[in-house]
């Protein structure tokens, strides 16, 4: 028994030995996909550098557009706080004021969805 197992180890470092290079080459081959591997699909890989370079884009433009409402409606506070008609028109649009002498119509919201006629 003891033979047996010293002669298995003696056959599986001789086979080793002849084909050392086929095994490092195999072992090398391993490493450079197990790496490439880990560079695509990774936690830091290429493809999720790529959904977070599209979530940047979307944020910025989305930050762009919140920049331009805001500018907006900075300029309508100015207005609503020095100017007069802006004022006016205002309250006229929105509280249904009149100067003495006009008269208001309201006209019903329409409707937002279209329906389909009945039959």
């Known amino acids: ?8 180890i003696q056959n599986l470092a001789a086979w080793a030995h002849r084909y050392r290079r086929r095994l490092a ?17 990774g936690a830091n890989g290429l493809m999720v550098y790529e959904q977070k370079r599209k979530e940047y884009r979307q944020v910025q433009e989305q930050n762009r557009s919140l920049q331009q409402q805001n500018q907006e409606l900075e300029k309508q506070n100015k207005a609503l706080k020095n100017d007069a008609q802006a004022i006016e ?3 006229r649009e929105r509280l249904h004021y009149a100067r ?5 119509y309201t006209l019903p919201n329409k ?3 279209t329906q389909a006629p009945h039959k």
């Open 89 to 91: 028109k205002e309250a």
């Open 1 to 8: 028994m003891k033979n047996d197992l010293k002669g298995i």
């Open 25 to 41: 080459t195999c072992a090398v081959g391993l490493l450079a996909f197990g790496l490439g591997y880990h560079v695509v699909f």
């Open 100 to 104: 003495s002498g006009e008269v208001i």
């Open 111 to 113: 409707p937002t969805t």
